[in-house]
C-alpha cells in the first residue's frame, strides 16, 4: 500500500495496526473515534500543525520496512 495525504487513517490503521504510535507521536490521541479514523492525513495534519509530507514519508518508510 503506498500512503499519500489523501489516504484515510483508518484505512492505514487497519492495514497495519503498528502505525498507530506515528500518530499518537503527533498529538492524535483519539485514534478510536470515528471521526478521526475518516480523516485523511492532510486533514488531521491541518488539526494537529504537523507537517503531511513528513508525516506520509515517515509512514511509508515503516510499512515498506517490514
Not at 41 to 46: D, G, L, P, S, T
Request: include cysteine; charge should be negative.
Amino acid at each position: 500500500m503506498e500512503i499519500t495525504k489523501d489516504t484515510i487513517i483508518g484505512d492505514i490503521l487497519d492495514i497495519d495496526s503498528s502505525t498507530a504510535p506515528f500518530f499518537l507521536e503527533m498529538g492524535m490521541h483519539c485514534l478510536g473515534c470515528p471521526a478521526s479514523r475518516g480523516e485523511s492525513i492532510e486533514q488531521a495534519c491541518m488539526v494537529h500543525g504537523v507537517n503531511a509530507d513528513e508525516l506520509v514519508g515517515k509512514l511509508n518508510a515503516h510499512i515498506q520496512g517490514k
